[in-house]
C-alpha cells in the first residue's frame, strides 16, 4: 500500500515554468528587434549581442563567485533582461558602456537583492536609468534610421520624434514649422521612418512589432491586459487633454502612443511579474500611475521620455499596493 503524501498548495501544476514564460517573452520581442537591425543597421545587432552576453556572464560570476550558489542562468531570465537592456538603448553606444549597464541591471539590480524573485525594480531599467545618468551624452546621441548597411560607430545622429513633440509643446502656439519634422503617423507604426529626424532606441522604432507582441504575450496569458490597458488609456486620456495647439488632439494621441518607449513599457518592462502588482485592481491603478508620470515628465519634465522613471517609481509603490489590496482569500464569502 502507498503512502499517502501529504504537502501544503497549489496541488495542481499549470505547466508553467519561469523559462517557458522569459522564453514566450524572447520571442514576442523579436518582430521588433528585426525592425530595429533593419532600421539601424549591425549596431542593433552589436549593441544586444553585448548585452546579452554581459548580462549572462555577470549572473554565473556572482553567483558562482560571490553567492556561493549554483548560478541559474538556465531560466533564461538573463537573457530577457540583457535583450530588454539593449532595448533601451542607443545602436551605436560605445560596447564598454553596454558593459557597465549589464554590470549594474545584473549586479546591482536583481543579484544583489538576492537573484530573480527578490528584486524589488526592474533590472534592465535600473542599468538604463544610470547609463542615462552617468553617460548623459552618449545615451542622448540618437542615431538615425540608416539600413542594415550602416556603420556602427559612425552613424549619424538627430532628435527623435518625441524631442520634436517636447520642443512643439515648449513653442507654446508657436511650433508649426516643427511640425513637418515628425515622421508620418505611419511611418511611426510601422517603423519605416523616412523622416531626417526619426530614429531613437532599439524598443523604439516600430509600435506595430511591438503591439503584437504584446498581443501574443496576453493570448498565451503570460501577462494581463490590465497593465498595458491602464498605462496606454492615461496616456492617451492625459495627451487628449494636454494636446498642442499645433496638433489636434486624435493626432498628439496616436503619436503619443507610438513615439518612444510608450508600447514596450506598457507590453514588456510595467508587466514584469516581480516588481508589479498581484491583484487586477492593484495592476489598474499601478499602470495608471505609470502613465500619469510618464506624461508628467513628457509635458512639463526635462527629459523628452518619462517611461523609465515613471516605472521605477511605481516599481516601488508596488508593495504597498500588494499590502492594502490583497486578493481574496479561497473560500471566503462576500462581504
Known amino acids: 500500500m502507498k503512502n499517502l503524501i501529504v504537502a501544503p498548495a497549489p496541488h495542481v501544476h499549470s505547466g508553467d515554468s519561469v523559462r517557458r514564460n522569459m522564453l514566450l517573452v524572447i520571442i514576442a520581442l523579436l518582430p521588433a528587434y528585426v525592425m530595429s537591425v533593419i532600421a539601424f543597421g549591425w549596431g ?18 556572482i553567483a558562482k563567485y560571490i553567492l556561493k550558489e549554483k548560478p541559474m542562468i538556465g531560466d533564461l531570465s538573463a537573457v530577457l533582461t540583457g535583450l530588454l537592456l539593449a532595448f533601451n538603448l542607443p545602436s551605436n553606444l560605445p560596447w564598454w558602456i553596454v558593459i557597465i549597464g549589464a554590470l549594474v541591471a545584473i549586479g546591482i539590480g536583481k543579484m544583489s537583492f538576492g537573484g530573480l524573485g527578490q528584486n524589488p525594480f526592474n533590472p534592465a531599467l535600473v542599468g538604463r536609468v544610470f547609463l542615462l545618468i552617468s553617460f548623459p551624452a552618449q545615451m542622448t546621441s540618437w542615431p538615425m534610421v540608416q539600413g542594415i548597411s550602416g556603420s556602427y560607430v559612425d552613424a549619424a545622429t538627430g532628435a527623435t520624434p518625441l524631442a520634436t513633440l517636447k520642443e512643439i509643446i515648449k513653442a507654446k502656439g508657436e511650433g508649426g514649422a516643427l511640425v513637418s519634422q515628425l515622421p508620418s503617423l505611419w511611418d511611426a507604426f510601422t517603423g519605416f521612418l523616412q523622416s531626417p529626424l526619426g530614429g531613437g532606441s532599439l524598443g523604439e522604432i516600430c509600435a506595430i512589432a511591438l503591439l503584437a507582441g504584446g498581443v501574443f504575450l496576453i493570448c498565451t496569458k503570460v501577462i494581463t491586459w490590465h497593465i498595458p490597458v491602464s ?29 518612444g518607449g510608450a508600447m514596450l513599457g506598457a507590453f514588456f518592462m510595467a508587466t514584469d511579474y516581480v516588481t508589479s502588482p498581484m491583484t487586477g485592481w492593484g495592476k489598474i491603478i499601478y499602470g495608471i500611475g505609470i502613465g500619469f508620470i510618464v506624461m508628467v515628465i513628457r509635458t512639463w519634465g526635462s527629459y523628452p521620455e518619462g517611461m523609465s522613471f515613471a516605472i521605477l517609481i511605481m516599481n516601488a509603490v508596488t508593495p504597498l499596493l500588494n499590502m492594502y489590496i490583497r486578493p481574496k482569500r479561497f473560500g471566503e464569502k462576500k462581504k
Not at 549581442?49 to 554565473?60: M, N, P
Not at 487633454?241 to 494621441?253: F, K, R, S, T, W
Request: charged residues 5%; aromatic residues 10%.
Open 44 to 61: 542593433a545587432l552589436l549593441t544586444a549581442c553585448i548585452s546579452i552576453v554581459a548580462c549572462v556572464g555577470f549572473e554565473w560570476l
Open 231 to 259: 498605462v496606454l488609456g492615461t496616456m492617451a486620456l492625459f495627451a487628449c487633454i494636454a494636446a498642442p495647439a499645433e496638433l489636434g488632439n486624435g493626432q498628439y494621441v496616436l503619436y503619443t502612443l507610438l513615439s
